[in-house]
């Protein structure tokens, strides 16, 4: 497995427990605010894997991963 699929894998993970994080908060502004907490942690890891000149491919690679993995989750949990 390349190192660019256990990124999006970890952002997809990440999506997940902040849409399930997301759903327990009052307003929308914390929520969005879990979500971006979320991708600010995966540049962080993102980092620790590419050492070298793949700065674009950490700050973009799975970003719409983590959003749509977040907005499922955070529907599903809400609805429950």
Same mark, same amino acid.
């Not at 307003?27 to 980092?47: C, D, E, H, M, R």
């Given at each position: 497995?390349?190192?660019?699929? %256990?990124?999006? *894998?970890?952002?997809?993970?990440l999506g997940?427990?902040?849409?399930?994080?997301s759903s327990?908060?009052? #307003? /929308?502004? =914390?929520?969005?605010? =879990?979500?971006?907490?979320?991708?600010?942690?995966?540049?962080?890891?993102? /980092?620790?894997? /590419?050492?070298?000149?793949?700065?674009? #491919?950490?700050? #973009? %690679?799975? *970003? *719409?991963?983590?959003?749509?993995?977040? /907005?499922? *989750?955070?529907? =599903? #949990?809400?609805?429950?």
């Amino acid at each position: 497995m390349d190192s660019e699929d %256990k990124l999006l *894998i970890i952002r997809g993970v990440l999506g997940g427990i902040a849409g399930v994080l997301s759903s327990q908060v009052p #307003t /929308f502004y =914390v929520s969005v605010l =879990v979500v971006v907490s979320a991708y600010l942690i995966s540049l962080a890891i993102g /980092f620790l894997f /590419f050492r070298g000149n793949k700065t674009r #491919t950490v700050l #973009t %690679k799975g *970003i *719409i991963t983590l959003v749509v993995a977040w /907005f499922l *989750i955070l529907i =599903v #949990t809400y609805n429950l």
